[in-house]
């Protein structure tokens, strides 16, 4: 990511937390009305607007060096681009899982090389952080599991 980007500055905070209510109000409204597999990945999609808002924050610590800001801000980037795996214009809410497994990639990442600490000082979710980056990795690892690929991987793996 060109560096002209990371120094631009973020909305104001009052602009950011109006962008996170109204999103995680729109998720909310969505997951109430879905039911089948939709509802049932309905608690990952609620995580989007925590997800991203945790992301925002850490793009503007000072702590976090430019090579894992670009890193944070592609995840950001992921979140606002209109075309994406799971397009939100063509499959609504639904369409902030991948979304999702993109950022707790990026925080996943940032985990490994920051002290949590640091990462969780901007976690606005209800749930502990930790518990929510392992619940949707486990929940994709079982998804992944059941596909014929992950099948096959998991004969090898033992």
Avoid: C
């Avoid at 009052?14 to 939709?38: C, E, H, M, P």
């Avoid at 996943?108 to 002290?115: A, M, S």
């Avoid at 969780?120 to 502990?128: L, T």
């Amino acid at each position: 990511m060109p560096e002209k980007y990371l120094n631009k500055p973020l909305p104001s905070e009052k602009k950011q937390q109006d962008f996170y209510k109204n999103l995680r109000s729109k998720v909310d409204t969505w997951a109430d009305k879905k039911g089948g597999i939709l509802g049932k990945l309905g608690k990952y999609v609620l995580l989007a607007p925590d997800l991203f808002y945790l992301l925002a924050k850490l793009l503007t610590d000072d702590r976090i060096d430019k090579k894992n800001k670009a890193t944070v801000g592609a995840g950001l980037l992921y979140f606002i681009a209109p075309l994406d795996f799971l397009p939100e214009m063509l499959v609504g809410a639904g369409g902030f899982v991948d979304d999702v497994v993109v950022a707790v990639f990026v925080i996943n990442t940032l985990l490994n090389k920051f002290p949590v600490e640091l990462i969780e000082e901007h976690w606005a979710g209800d749930d502990e952080l930790l518990s929510v980056i392992r619940g949707v990795a486990n929940s994709g690892n079982q998804f992944v599991s059941k596909l014929p690929a992950g099948r096959l991987v998991k004969k090898f793996m033992k």
